[in-house]
């Protein structure tokens, strides 16, 4: 059987016409069978793929040779070969919908005055310099947390990442601006923008998980400062970076830990709940519908 996997990836870079780069990337995920979703901006790239080993690396190789996609780091994990439904490819304002796209400025360095990026063993080594007074920023959609955050980490009550704005310009966070702040998000991507959206606010030392929770997971497991599962945007919707991790979720309608997240479609609002099976069955909770517009 040919090894399945899943890739997410983004690159920062100037993209003087996002329509054709559109139409090249259409053109190649389906020469190669590839599913997933891929939003593109004139400033860039943001992607998750599944498809076979063998055709996602002819992918890799050929997204690398468009300028300033050279250096994308590529994020491999296990697929079951069903993890998209289709391929959808998008032209966006903004690789990540915070409404700031006239704040972000973009070279072929990436992000201007964007945070400082860490690796995994730096975040330990400034943790541990200043532990007293670091502070884990959850740049994702509240819901995202539940299954996993990490240790102490402040997550902002916001359903969307257009809600970040609103929710800084509000001044709940200025008690923050003079502390060390690592944010982080799924693979790295919403980080980009929020750090430079949040040192345009006056926070002054903000930095950023280069790769995001992916690479530190990879890194150090659940024997780091992260705590439960990691919340995903394909059909396999959450994942775990070990046999021990722990299940933070708690069951909507009756409190039992789960980690598994479904669509009720008979309650009004957010449908997204996260239950436990038998809740599920219960309510008639279903597999959760992807959302199109969202990489992580």
């Not at 040779?65 to 994020?75: A, H, L, M, T, V």
């Not at 995994?120 to 884990?136: G, I, K, S």
Request: contains cysteine.
């Amino acid at each position: 059987m040919t090894l399945q996997k899943v890739i997410l990836f983004y690159g920062f870079a100037p993209v003087s016409d996002p329509t054709s780069l559109r139409l090249w990337q259409r053109d190649l995920c389906q020469s190669l069978g590839l599913t997933g979703r891929i939003i593109i901006s004139e400033h860039g790239i943001n992607g998750t793929l599944g498809g076979s080993m063998r055709d996602l690396k002819k992918y890799v190789r050929k997204t690398r040779e468009f300028p300033g996609f050279g250096k994308i780091d590529f994020k491999w994990s296990t697929g079951t070969g069903m993890d998209f439904p289709k391929l959808v490819v998008r032209v966006r304002d903004e690789l990540v919908s915070f409404g700031a796209v006239d704040e972000l400025a973009v070279t072929h360095d990436g992000v201007v005055g964007g945070g400082t990026h860490l690796s995994p063993q730096e975040v330990h080594d400034l943790v541990a310099a200043r532990r007293d007074e670091v502070v884990f920023f959850d740049a994702r959609n509240s819901f995202e947390a539940r299954v996993g955050k990490f240790r102490d980490a402040i997550v902002p009550n916001v359903e969307t990442t257009r809600d970040f704005v609103s929710e800084f310009e509000s001044g709940k966070f200025d008690h923050l601006k003079h502390k060390p702040i690592i944010a982080y998000c799924t693979g790295g991507v919403r980080c980009e923008v929020l750090s430079a959206v949040m040192k345009s606010r006056g926070f002054q030392e903000v930095y950023q998980i280069t790769g995001g929770i992916v690479r530190y997971g990879e890194t150090f497991g659940d024997d780091g400062l992260w705590d439960g599962s990691l919340y995903i945007f394909d059909n396999r919707m959450s994942m775990d970076f070990s046999d021990h991790t722990k299940v933070l979720g708690r069951c909507d309608e009756c409190g039992q830990p789960t980690n598994s997240y479904y669509d009720q479609h008979a309650k009004p609002g957010r449908t997204l709940a996260l239950l436990c099976q038998p809740c599920a069955v219960a309510t008639g909770g279903t597999k959760p519908t992807i959302d199109s517009n969202t990489v992580g």
